[in-house]
């Protein structure tokens, strides 16, 4: 599809003093992107989007308009344009995988502050304390829904409901002393056991029973899949508590 400068586009969109549609300002940068000149109506009161709804027989707005042919919404215009639409329902990694990126970071930051090698062994120690506490940390924004996605594949919360809800503080608290090189004696033992349990329920779930689920790992509203990252998390906990233990660090 070529587009041309010359190309006019008309966009319907609610413009209210209390309300502005984001998907409405995100369409008309896309369509000006495209080299279109957009004619840019606004529906100022709810009234008036009521009223535009029932006479074009539509759900939502925005709506765009492009040679007398109406295109649709924001998604519906990506497509027009032959873009990718999010489909909200789909699984991804994103999450945790941004979560560890962002542990890496702060790992050399930190590295970097203490005047430490940038690579090495503290790197990796620090990477690992620091992605366990942001795990709890999303864990914890919502402990109750967390708890209740746990109950799905978790072996020791199926038992035992309220582990599910201590997960995450347990998680937090092991982080920040591991982090910190403080009461190894309380911090090694919790690592151990919740990377432990953790490591086992993931793999019976994922590799033996072949269950398709939602890892808990980022919180109770995500889209990850519980599979090889979610069983990274626990793994990686379960290696640190062992380093930390025989006194390599």
Known sequence: MTDSPAKKATLYR?????????????????????????????????????????????????????????????????????????????????????????????????????????????LLERFVAIAMMLLAMLKLQDVDRFATMFLNYDLLARRLPPYGRAYPFLELGAGALMLGHALNWLSIPVALFIGGIGAVSVFKAVYIDRRELKCACVGGGSNVPL??????????????????????T
């Open 14 to 122: 609610m413009v209210m003093p209390n309300h502005v549609c984001p998907y409405g300002i995100k369409a008309r940068w896309l369509l000006r992107r495209r080299g279109y000149a957009v004619e840019d109506r606004w529906l100022t009161t709810r009234e008036e989007t009521d009223a535009f709804k029932a006479k074009h027989d539509v759900r939502t707005t925005p709506q765009v308009v492009i040679d007398g042919r109406r295109i649709g919404g924001h998604d519906d215009l990506r497509r027009y344009f032959g873009l990718k639409v999010r489909d909200p329902d789909a699984t991804s990694y994103v999450p945790v995988l941004a979560v560890f990126a962002v542990a890496a970071l702060l790992a050399l930051s930190v590295n970097r502050l203490t005047a430490t090698p940038l690579v090495g062994i503290m």
């Open 227 to 248: 599979g090889f990252v979610s069983l990274t998390e626990n793994v990686m906990m379960v290696a640190m508590a062992l380093w930390m233990a025989l006194g390599l």
